[in-house]
């Protein structure tokens, strides 16, 4: 089975950075990817790796070492829309069923 | 990326009645179609895996009797809640997907069930 553990809550200031960590445990790996989802709205696709490193998008970045089953989700320059719930989320079964983590609330103060 | 359309967005209804979700892949044919189900501030648990022209494949701890699966077409996918009751007030998403093996996955909505 699949199984991903990520902090329950976060919290930091405006403009300055913060990294949601991920492990995961599965049979059979086909990438890590991150989700955001704000309160009442559909999760967003925000990244995916399937090697290891760091791929950099914008304002957010996301790291996988498959040595460690490990990824961070970075995010810097915070700004008050980034407040929302963060997911980390693994294919069951080749690129077929997404499995997510229990997620991370992230709430950015002024 | 892709278009979905869920409806309704939000729904309130009886105990014991049953409430009729639709899902549309608008620009693309999803031949496989995922269901989750999400409680408040926790995470999206699948509830089933639907293949068009199939019978869906439902997770451990899913009544097939309850949460009736239809994915008649490539492009609309129904979850029927049948004999609703308070406990299954959640909010509910679909995910289409396509054959070719996307590393994105694509979501509706979402639908907010209220059952009182």
């Known amino acids: 089975g699949q199984s991903l553990e990520q902090p329950s809550e976060v919290t930091a200031v405006e403009g300055a950075i913060v990294q949601i960590n991920c492990t995961y445990q599965t049979s059979g790996f086909y990438g890590l990817s991150w989700y955001q989802q704000h309160d009442g709205g559909a999760p967003t696709f925000l990244s995916y790796?399937?090697?290891?490193g760091l791929e950099e998008t914008g304002r957010f970045s996301s790291f996988l070492s498959r040595s460690d089953s490990y990824g961070y989700l970075l995010l810097q320059e915070l700004q008050m829309k980034d407040s929302a719930s963060y997911f980390c989320a693994v294919f069951s079964g080749g690129y077929n069923k997404l499995i997510f983590g229990a997620g991370t609330r992230l709430a950015v103060h002024p | 990326g892709a278009v979905v359309s869920q409806h309704p967005s939000w729904v309130i209804c009886k105990s014991g009645t049953s409430v009729k979700i639709e899902c549309r892949s608008l620009d693309f044919q999803a031949t496989t179609m995922f269901w989750y189900r999400q409680f408040p501030k926790q995470s999206l648990m699948l509830m089933a895996t639907s293949n068009e022209g199939s019978k869906a494949t439902y997770e451990q701890g899913v009544e097939k009797d309850k949460f009736l699966i239809n994915h008649a077409s490539l492009t609309l996918s129904t979850l029927t809640v049948t004999s609703a009751h308070p406990e299954d007030s959640s909010f509910y998403i679909c995910?289409?997907?396509?054959?070719?093996?996307?590393?994105?996955?694509?979501f509706g909505q979402g639908t907010r069930l209220t059952v009182v």
């Open positions: 995910s289409p997907s396509r054959s070719g093996g996307d590393t994105e996955a694509f």
């Open positions: 790796n399937a090697l290891d």
